[in-house]
């Protein structure tokens, strides 16, 4: 589900969104492929989590996001922490929430966790019933007007908290070879000499006619 971009334009500036939330929109846009609710509330969700830590995007900054949907993006987006870089990790709880931290030699890091907040949202009847998964909004002939809402809404349909956040240490590893497909593998990620996906748990399967390159 998305809006073309033009009308996210207007809706924009019918709302009197600040310069910065709109260039953050933008990137994320273009980045993700399209405008979904999720994806916009995430933008939000990060510019409250970087005003209360008194941090900028351009820092260094790590980031958990508790669903892989939508807010990921916003995160990497925004803050550059990305899965790639090993500065955000996705754990999922089912709950529509980012953390941003500092770096930290300590085994705890000063965080902000910033969550959709179920009592503020029931405020704005169309966006709580997508975000609610609410069978009804699928049912309703004005649906976009969910977007109306997410605007006017800002980030009032936010809360957010101090956390203390566990700092992962750093794995140490040495890559083994795969006593069945030859690969290297970390040597965590090897059991019995044998892989994890040659164990049973690949995402793939070989075609018949497969050659090796």
Known sequence: MGI???KLETLMDNYGTEERIKEYIRRCVSFHGFAPPGLLIGVFMVDLALEKLGANP??????VAETPKCAPD??????????????????ETGKFSITLNRGST???ADGIRVYVDATKIRRY??????????PRYERVAERD???DEIFEAGRSILS??????SVPKKAVWQAVQCAVCKEMVPDYLIEDGVCTSCAGTSYYEKSADALHQ
């Open 160 to 165: 957010w908290v101090r956390v203390k956040v």
């Open 106 to 108: 300590e085994e705890r």
């Open 145 to 147: 007007r969910v977007y």
């Open 125 to 134: 009847p169309m966006l709580n019933l997508w975000y609610t998964n609410d």
């Open 58 to 63: 351009n820092e260094k900054l790590y980031a």
């Open 4 to 6: 073309p971009v033009d």
């Open 74 to 91: 916003a995160v990497q987006v925004v803050t550059s922490a990305t899965m790639g870089n090993s500065r955000l990790r996705i754990i």
